[in-house]
């Protein structure tokens, strides 16, 4: 399964993006689908996930905010961020695997940069 995550940039605080992560090669409909967060100098952590039946989880964090979707017609997952914080600042990236529990994610796309400024 081949990632690539979209539409990062730079916010001020309050503001919103959306993040789309585009998904190839696979039974799209099979697979979990994470957003994961790494701000600089920290560990990367999970933000939102959703099963291959639109089951979701988020992190305490962003719960409220953010909102995690996927569309299995078109492989394609969303995360909706509102509210945006300064410490929302970070690189996501999607990343997929048939268990929605896993703690290792198998597959991963490339991250793309949210920066919010206050």
């Known amino acids: 399964v081949q990632l690539q995550a979209s539409g990062g940039g730079q916010v001020q605080a309050g503001g919103y993006l959306r993040l789309s992560c585009a998904a190839s090669?696979?039974?799209?409909?099979?697979?979990?689908v994470g957003w994961f967060r790494q701000p600089p100098g920290k560990e990367r952590k999970l933000v939102a996930a959703?099963?291959?039946?639109?089951?979701?989880k988020y992190g305490d964090s962003v719960k409220g905010r953010f909102t995690i979707s996927r569309d299995n017609a078109k492989n394609m997952v969303y995360l909706q961020m509102n509210s945006l914080k300064p410490e929302d600042t970070a690189v996501y990236y999607c990343?997929?695997?048939?268990?929605?529990?896993?703690?290792?994610?198998?597959?991963w796309g490339l991250g793309t940069q949210v920066t919010v400024s206050s």
């Open positions: 990343a997929a695997d048939m268990n929605y529990w896993s703690t290792s994610y198998l597959y």
């Open positions: 090669g696979g039974t799209f409909s099979n697979y979990a």
């Open positions: 959703i099963s291959g039946r639109g089951v979701v």
